[in-house]
């Protein structure tokens, strides 16, 4: 393990200086050699961000990043992993990426026929041609729709998780390419018979919308897919219609598979006994009476049952954690991010191998103190049944001193 961590910050180090090196002046056919032979192994979108993080906390100032963003994405090209996963997002009608895909596929054909235009229009600046040209440009203008969607819902999340060094790059890089198709489409409404001075802004635009397309799915997207939770990529997908799309709309949508746990519940014989009491081997309460208990309880608390799905959790009135009611039915391990995943995969194992009985760990969040506990539930006779989370704030019980003995008034 220990061997792949210094490779790692080897490899690190080695891309930012050839960052530093392209900052200050040098080519990139300069710095490709270097370069590729450090990539033979594979560079991963987490290492790029982490690059790009690095040089801004060392000083570098994001617009300088910002660029060196197309240099940044030619270098990179075709080196960064193909992460496997069982089912691609992007091949997923109705989930966020898929759609993201789809309006670049649609954005493509667009600017494919533009291009095919302003070859006549070379030959040929009738106004015929210009009026071709006018209403590809303005279709291509849907393209703010799709940028509006990046950086307003998904942006957002990645900062939520400490990135934010390529949302602000490439945020800095839309408003350019929105600028650039702007005075394309003003100098096409205004146009006086200076052919060269259109053609070339209308094919530079066209060749920052293509170099951004490649950005997107290459470097932002794969970032996103390893760091967002299922449930995040819900709540962006739920914002989507009212934001807008551009060029397209979504054919399906996307339903995350769930559980009923409830019906999964009645199918393994668990139903309230004696007329809607429910027997403990201490008295009997009413399925009120334990949730209003379990939702007093200054704890937060959720149970996975045995096969790894989110049955239940508490509802108290001050929760550390918040646990939208969507995560029931699904599982648990959907309900982290990828980077994650494997960190709650081990813990599950753990428990219900019987290694551990329970695992903690605790963090700072602001003003609070969060103990988190994991258990594994079984029953008399030791089967499992599944793991029981129990998070408390302990800043207030770590600041109790001396004694109390009586009644505040």
């Known amino acids: 393990m ?46 790029i961000t982490e690059m790009e993080a690095a040089l801004v906390a060392e000083g570098m100032p994001v617009e300088e990043i910002q660029k060196l963003c ?67 440009f303005d279709k291509l203008w849907e393209i703010d729709k799709h940028y509006f969607r990046k950086e307003n819902l ?34 096409l409404k205004d146009y006086s018979g200076d052919k060269e001075e259109l053609i070339e802004k209308a094919e530079f635009a066209l060749e920052r919308v293509k ?12 970032l996103a897919v390893d760091t967002l939770s299922e449930d995040e990529w819900i709540e962006i997908q739920k914002s989507s219609d009212e934001a807008g799309y551009a060029l397209i709309k979504p054919k399906a949508k996307w339903k995350p598979v769930r559980v009923d746990v409830e019906e999964k519940a009645r199918e393994e014989g668990e139903e309230p006994s004696n007329d809607g009491y429910v027997d403990f081997d201490a008295g009997i309460m009413t399925p009120e009476e334990i949730n209003a208990v379990l939702n007093t309880l200054p704890l937060d608390l959720t149970f996975v049952d045995k096969d790894g799905i989110v049955k ?3 509802m108290g009135s001050e929760r550390i954690f918040a646990r939208p009611k969507t995560v029931l039915g699904r599982e648990v391990k959907n309900c982290h991010p990828p980077a994650s995943m494997h960190i709650v995969e081990k ?45 408390q704030d302990i800043k207030p019980i770590q600041e109790i001193t001396g004694e109390k003995r009586l009644m505040s008034d």
């Open 154 to 187: 998904l942006f957002p999340y990645l900062e939520k998780y400490g990135i934010t060094t390529p949302p602000k790059v490439m945020w800095g890089v839309d408003d350019e390419i929105r600028a650039d198709i702007k005075l394309v489409m003003n100098l």
């Open 347 to 391: 813990i599950i194992e753990d428990l219900k191998s019987g290694k551990k009985d329970h695992e903690d760990f605790w963090i700072r969040m602001g003003d609070r103190y969060a103990f988190i506990r994991y258990f594994a539930v079984r029953n008399k006779k030791g089967k499992f049944l599944g793991v029981l989370e129990v998070t």
């Open 312 to 314: 239940w959790f508490s």
């Open 211 to 222: 170099e951004m397309i490649y950005k997107e799915e290459s470097i932002l997207l794969p």
């Open 70 to 136: 197309d240099v940044h994405a030619a270098v990179f090209k075709g080196s960064i992993q193909d992460i496997h996963r069982p089912v691609r997002p992007e091949n997923i009608p109705g989930h966020p990426v898929h759609t993201f895909v789809q309006e670049n596929r649609a954005i493509e054909e667009v600017m494919a026929t533009i291009q095919n235009d302003l070859e006549q229009f070379k030959t040929d600046d009738s106004k015929s041609n210009l009026k071709k040209l006018i209403k590809g």
């Open 2 to 47: 220990s061997e792949i961590i210094n490779n790692r910050e080897h490899r690190q180090k080695i891309l930012k200086e050839l960052i530093e090196e392209l900052h200050r002046g040098k080519t990139v056919d300069e710095v490709k050699p270097r370069f590729e032979e450090l990539i033979k192994g594979g560079v991963t979108t987490t290492e």
